[in-house]
DNA sequence: CGGCATCCGAATCGATACTG
DNA sequence: CAGTATCGATTCGGATGCCG
């Protein structure tokens, strides 16, 4: 199959923004990314991702790791220890996310120098 | 300075995550990235835009756009014709973004395949 | 420890109608 | 053409408390 680059789909811009939106659907909102990032340094408990994660509480933590292995991009394990023991990991798919990840915190620190430089004090009321 | 890999900031997962979602903020919602999708194929018009999108309302395009600007992730320019015409074009950071894109629209090809074959009749609800 | 249930305000977003 | 204004439905997400 041909890649997936910008030129091969030129031609029909509106099925392009529709794989966008598909793909978008799968971690929008917003923990699934940090939460997906926390995992690809490898398996962890709840808890763990809890602490790695500022200001997330259990309720979000929890309903958006559900919703993450419903989209196959985690998996859950439960180990009959006691108290309970809960590893989550990424999934093959979830770990070749690391691509998109990836491009995401370099384009941010670059985005942030440029930004820091030429324009938007606006940023501040939204780190407010 | 050193790239910006996962590798290197392992030491620290929780700076990680706020550099993730402070990219993220930049494009949250439904429709940034289709926005900036369609714009990495060049210049566009309100109208242009518009059309590539489905189901983008005036109201969402409109507000979308002007967060978009407001980020320096796109330009505005106004042509005083009649009636008027205002052009929209990718930023330098802007056009950084299709490594994201790229990235984006490869790992939900692939993902798409994937959950095909092995499970999720999920989507379906989430298709209707 | 790893959650779930409930309550509730805040933010998002769609539909529709209107304007320079 | 390129938007704006208003309304209302839905969703998001924080706080709190409880459970196996």
Known sequence: MAAATLKNIQKCPTSYVLAIQDTLNAFQGKW??????????????FKEIEREIPKITPRMLSQELKDLEMNGIISRTVYATSPVTVEYELTKSGKQLSKVVEAMLEWGLQHRRANMLELLPILQSKTA
Chains 1, 2 share one sequence.
């Open 32 to 45: 699934k990314m940090p939460i997906i990032g926390t995992l690809l340094f490898g398996k962890k408990r």
